[in-house]
């Protein structure tokens, strides 16, 4: 009898750190498809993610960050520039909006 509650309990044990990991590589896989879509998004050059990622809650369904590059018109003088990028993650579509003060 104490065998098998040992072996439930190592099973149930193994169980939820295969859940954990596979949770943590999702979400690593989710931030690395967020990034990649906001800075193809960007129309700045040069562009990289500053900051952190602020994940809202599931019932809004979005995430943010911010991108820094530099502005490539010329009227622009290759000014630095920032833009806020929103992913909504159940379409995976990213939306930036420039024009974030230095």
Not at 19 to 45: F, Y
Request: aromatic share 6%.
């Amino acid at each position: 009898m104490i065998i098998i509650r040992l072996l439930l309990l190592f099973a149930a044990a193994a169980t939820s750190l295969n859940v954990l990991a596979s949770s943590e590589q999702a979400w690593s896989e989710s931030d690395k498809a967020m990034r990649t879509a906001c800075l193809k998004a960007s129309e700045l050059k040069d562009t990289k993610v500053v900051g952190g990622t602020i994940h809202y809650d599931d019932s809004v369904g979005y995430s943010a960050l911010v991108i820094a590059g530099r502005y490539p018109q010329p009227f622009m003088k290759n000014k630095p520039g920032k833009e806020l990028c929103l992913y909504q993650r159940t379409s995976k579509k990213a939306v930036v909006q420039e024009g974030l003060v230095e």
